[in-house]
């Protein structure tokens, strides 16, 4: 909604709030009045800059989010959360008084608050350019540069040619078995190694069994059913093949590029508004990789196992070279610089981004699978609990709740009506990562033997 029509559809009583907080000598008890003079004062680009100025730190970074979503239209329970977790519980009453935000019923009968069109764009430019004057910038490249442009596509193809020309027999818990793995990584263009043993979950349903990128490369061939792993332990390709190389190179990056933003935005939720953001740095220049990490503060936050530098660093900047999007250069003092491409501008322009929507209560993600078959609980949700509880065991209480899955508790879940995949769909729908590859497999396993086994009881009944 435009600044005019939010400043017609709200109550008096909320003008003349604002009317008193920027002194406005107009007619306090005239709609019109207030309107005229509102419209005029908060249209001033002047003002945008100084009310920046005097806002704390947490408060800019929550403005932020504000002004690069789209969508303008919050709901309360949102913006409270938002605010609360900055610790700026005064933010929504303050931030209605100086004209920022506009309480509203009009649209589905619930309390919502509107961001004027023009008042978020003066806060996404003031705040872009306050942002800026903490940065270093530098016009000539570092001493070392990386840029690894449509490699991602071009391994890609190795992938599924290499599943198509060998018979790919996978381990019982369906991953490649370490000859073909380190086979499979002497072909690609851009050198990776396999993991080394220790925690890794929460980018992939592969994560823990391949490298980052050929995680990535593998969970999306799997999700765009381009490979299967059939009943027979084997990797093969499908008939959807052909249409994919039909597509133009730009087109999967791009589709690789949007599954990367789905798959690891689970792990760093404010990723939208981070890419969102690098789209707004200069296109000829070098950008200091530390002063902007500083700069997004806690929209960029640890991930359990991963500390924040790692998480910035290995999910968003090397995910990021690899997608081709960033192209990154070492100086001679060893530190890291990065520069937009050509074919990152493409990808981080336009309606590619999903918009940084906050979880709704019903929709919270409250568990974490692991590839141990540890299953997290980080909230107490008694209704994902209680169903939970029907397949696994409680092996430990308290603040966080730690579930353990055998195959003697699947056999309890799978006895109370749900299938395997049912399972599935229910660990997908509320973890807060994607279910690993593993944890799958040996579940719809669990479900084969104890359908054999029910069905030999069945017999024995009857005979």
Known sequence: MRLSECLTHADISVLQKVADYYQLSCIRHSKLSLLQEILITLRNPDLTVSQVNKWSVLRRQAMMRLSFDSRGIFSTEELEAMFQSQGDSMALSELTRQGWLYPTTRFNGRLQYCLPEELQKSLATSLTSEMLTHLRLRREEPLICRDEGYALVRDFEVLLEYAKRHRVQLTVEGSLYKRNLEQLLQLLEVAEFPPESGWRFGYGRRFHDYPDRLAL?????????????????????????????Q????????RLFN???????????RLPLILRLLMQLPKDHWVNSLDLLSILGDLVQPYYYDARDNVWENRI?????HLGVLRTGIDEDRQTWFQITQVGQQLLSGDTLPQDIEVTTT??????????????????????????????????????????????SARH????????????????????????GNVERTLRE??????????ADSESLSG
């Open 217 to 245: 490369m593998y969970d999306f061939a799997y999700q765009q059913q381009l490979l299967v792993e059939n009943e027979e332990s084997i990797l093969a390709v499908t008939d959807e093949i052909p249409r994919w190389q």
């Open 247 to 254: 597509l133009a190179e730009i087109v999967k990056l791009k």
């Open 259 to 269: 599954f990367y933003v789905s798959l690891y935005r689970r792990a760093i939720f």
């Open 317 to 321: 900047l090397k995910m990021l070279v």
């Open 363 to 408: 929709e919270r993600r409250v568990l974490m699978v692991q590839p141990n078959f540890e299953i997290v609980a980080t909230a107490d949700h008694t209704a994902i609990l209680t169903e939970l509880a029907l397949l696994c065991d409680l092996k430990e209480g308290g603040t966080l709740r730690i579930y353990r899955m055998s195959e003697a």
């Open 413 to 436: 879940g799978l006895a109370s009506g749900k299938t395997a995949d049912e399972w599935i769909d229910f660990l997908s729908r509320y973890s807060q990562t994607p279910v690993p």
């Open 446 to 455: 669990w479900e084969r033997l104890y359908r054999v086994q029910e069905k």
